[in-house]
């Protein structure tokens, strides 16, 4: 039995393997590549920790089955964030390079984590409010989890 945890633990492992290329500069100025969380961002250590950054949160937001027969559509989003500190205030550029990485990527792979098959609709967005030098963006997904086949009680 497969369940949405092994579904976010599998989309986290294919997102790195997605990103591993992918390199940003930090708050302090320092290439890294992007850190993958679940769920929850690791807490802070002090006032002003960003080490966070540049992100990829994955999690899980709902599920649910339309009909006895119907695969289990599980809801799960991605919130990507970055630090660009640069004047010109093009940060969105790489969240909407992660987040195309990401879909194209989880798209070509089809099966995640040997159980789950994408759907649609699958949405890309950024955040709209101004929020310098912090850029935010997400993907909104659908999964389809295998049905559940009911045990034959007539034995």
């Known amino acids: 039995f497969r369940s949405e945890i092994d579904l976010i633990d599998g989309l986290a ?6 990103l591993k290329n ?20 690791p807490l ?14 994955i999690c899980f937001d709902d599920e649910s089955i339309e009909t006895k027969e119907s ?12 630090i660009d500190k640069t004047e010109d ?5 790489d969240v909407l390079q992660i987040a195309n990485l990401i879909y194209q990527y989880l798209f070509r792979k089809g099966i995640i984590a040997k159980a789950f098959r994408p759907s649609y609709p ?13 850029y935010f963006g997400g ?10 086949e009911e045990e034959d009680k007539s034995i």
């Open 89 to 93: 205030k093009q940060g969105y550029r």
């Open 22 to 41: 992918y390199r940003l500069r930090t708050a302090k100025e320092n290439l890294v590549p992007i850190n993958v969380y679940t769920q929850n961002l």
């Open 122 to 134: 699958f949405k890309i967005a950024l955040q709209q409010d101004d929020t310098y030098p912090y």
């Open 139 to 148: 993907i909104e997904s659908v999964w389809e989890m295998p049905v559940i």
């Open 71 to 82: 695969p289990m559509n599980v809801s799960v989003y991605f919130i990507i964030g970055i």
């Open 13 to 18: 492992v294919e997102v790195k393997e997605a």
């Open 44 to 57: 802070k250590k002090e006032k002003g920790d960003e080490r966070q950054y540049p992100y990829v949160l």
